[in-house]
């Protein structure tokens, strides 16, 4: 690869080489390397900060955020995320607007470029089947979804790619996006039976749950009272602000209570309604401690997925891969790298004087 | 514009650009721009927070950061910037390789990605050149450069845009760069006398100095004992690092030190030599209440620039305003945007098997 070449991926770039690889394969992928990674994760070797960023009330409030993750000698991978929950209904946009750039950390030049907003959608779903995996009962046929949003459809393509899903019930209060919902996951092809219910008789009935919603800040949770069964596992999305938050304290009392990044979710997630000994170890940790939490299947258990930019990486990593890989992808020359490194102005064919 | 394309200024197109509007208007253009920006500027409006990054040792050391401002209900602009000192000899890239992106603070949308090499190696210069015309003797003939690489050439151009500079002064370890000067700078056209001497002399016959040195850091100041006219100026460009300082302390203590972003300049500028007490307002501070600063055109003064995430966003904006005036730029559709906003999978053709 050389060195001076940036590789964009645009949005239909990115999905071609979902067409080309196709949604299942694409899926598995990403949910294998991201086991992976998980596994081999060496916090010495592997440097996560904690997000920062803007955020702002008024007529369109909303937050733009920056992911930064380095991995040593290898690459720094940067996403920037922007929340604006007024998007789709005054811009017609997505809530999520996002791009993803990856750097050589030994020259500093941007490898590459690409979309964010299918990219979150997919990592993010995957990040709860791997949780999901490690913590939810291997036979789970019942997949709650509360919140019917974007999020919904990848969270629902990973799980059903790990558990036999045979029933998937519904609640959103924007009920445009509960009668959406069987056609937007209809390219997945699944034979599942689809009801909306409301959130009592779902947290009753489901084995697996998603929480997606765009709860305002300090509205949250969802719901106070619930019955569940005893295995239920719970993906938390929707909490990554501080003062957002879906699920009851009863519950995530009640429960394991699995972060994927502590830290930040102490801040931004679920976990900021917990005391620090209240709240379970990391996923990585789960995961490469494994044989310690095989009882987490039977018990109530709950994933504070805030996001994490391991995640990031791991999905622009397999993009990257793919794009070069099946010869897709737009090579711009976007940093002013000159045969002088030492002039700016190298290559400039103008007079000073106009 | 609409709101779900980015244009995306290659290397290429910054170049058309410069030509199109000649170098010499694109830098007065700058310099006013970045002149107003500081006389206007409102920090209740326009957030800058000090830079983060990663920054590694070892055999290729370096740090690559991001530098945010928000600008309210406008824009986010965001540049990741590399600096790598090995780059030029063991790569044949420059030190620092960067971009810029503005984001759309009503969406999230990136709106624009344009080259950031060219762009902070112009905004430093500029921002030297309205320093030292705050500063600076406005007679000032005599040119010192400390540092002889890519970011000279943008400070003498700056710097020559406002003075009557017709003898420049050259120091530089590097002899190939202080050999290579003359040439770089042709295409400036500039009718001066340009001389290699020994810091010594060039301190001591300067009405204006630039340092910018790829110093290690724990290895400055660059001199110790000086002798200099009392009215001189520098432009303190190089230091920008933590423990990466180009000054003596007793320079710094018998001048008036204005830094571009005072808690940034106490980490990272030369700055970190000195007591609060001993660090003059900033650059805006003085800019705003120049009836109040007359006198700094008679003394010794330093410009302690670390870099402001301020003239990112100018030098984007000009930019940014010049491609769409000129109809230069790649229109790209880069986040995944569907009709459908509440299914990432919408557009997608083909089926989930293969």
Redesign the interface.
């Known amino acids: 690869m050389r ?2 070449i940036t590789i ?1 991926l ?3 770039d ?2 071609l080489i ?8 694409l899926m598995d992928d990403l949910i294998f390397q991201l086991t992976e990674e998980f596994k081999n994760f060496n916090p010495s070797k592997t ?1 996560i ?1 904690i997000r ?3 955020n ?1 009330s ?1 007529d ?1 409030p ?1 937050l ?1 955020e ?1 992911m ?1 993750i ?1 991995e ?2 290898k690459e ?1 991978v ?1 996403k ?5 929950p007024k ?2 209904f005054k ?9 993803i ?1 990856s ?1 050589d ?6 490898k590459g ?1 690409v ?5 979150t ?2 990592r993010t779903g995957a990040a709860s089947a791997v949780a999901s995996k490690y913590m939810a009962h291997v036979d789970s046929s019942v997949l709650g979804l509360i919140g ?4 919904s ?2 969270q629902l ?1 990973a799980i059903s790619r790990l558990f036999p899903i045979n029933r998937i019930l519904l609640f959103d209060n924007d009920l445009e ?1 509960v009668n ?1 919902f069987e056609k ?1 996951c209809s ?3 699944l034979e599942v039976d689809i009801e909306f219910t409301e959130i009592e008789a779902l947290m009753s009935q489901s084995d697996i749950i998603c929480t997606a919603t765009s709860i305002d800040v300090g509205k949250g949770p969802l719901f106070e009272s619930y019955s569940c069964k005893p295995h239920l596992h719970i993906n938390a999305i929707g909490s990554d602000f501080p003062g957002k938050i879906e699920l009851p304290l009863t519950l995530l009392r009640n429960s394991f209570v699995c972060p994927d990044f502590k830290e930040q979710a102490k801040k931004e997630g679920e976990c900021q309604q917990l005391n620090d000994d209240e709240i379970g170890p990391d996923l990585v940790h789960v995961i490469q401690n494994n044989a310690d939490y095989k009882q987490l299947s039977n018990i109530l258990t709950v994933f504070d997925s805030t996001g994490l930019a391991l995640e990031d990486k791991v999905v622009m990593d397999l993009f990257l891969d793919q794009a070069e890989y099946l010869g897709i992808g ?1 090579k ?7 045969e ?15």
């Open positions: 060195n001076d964009v645009s949005a239909a990115v999905k979902v067409e080309k690889r196709t949604l299942n394969q440097i900060p920062s960023g803007f702002y008024g369109l909303g733009i920056w930064p380095y040593t000698n720094v940067l920037v995320v922007g929340y604006h998007n789709p811009f017609n946009l997505p809530t999520i607007l996002s791009t750039s750097y950390s030994k020259t500093g030049h941007l470029l979309d964010g907003v299918l990219l959608a997919l019917c949003g974007a999020q459809i990848t393509h996006a959406s937007r390219i997945l092809e737009k711009i020359g976007l940093e002013n790298i000159n002088d490194v030492f002039n700016p102005y190298s290559g400039i064919r103008s007079k000073v004087f106009s």
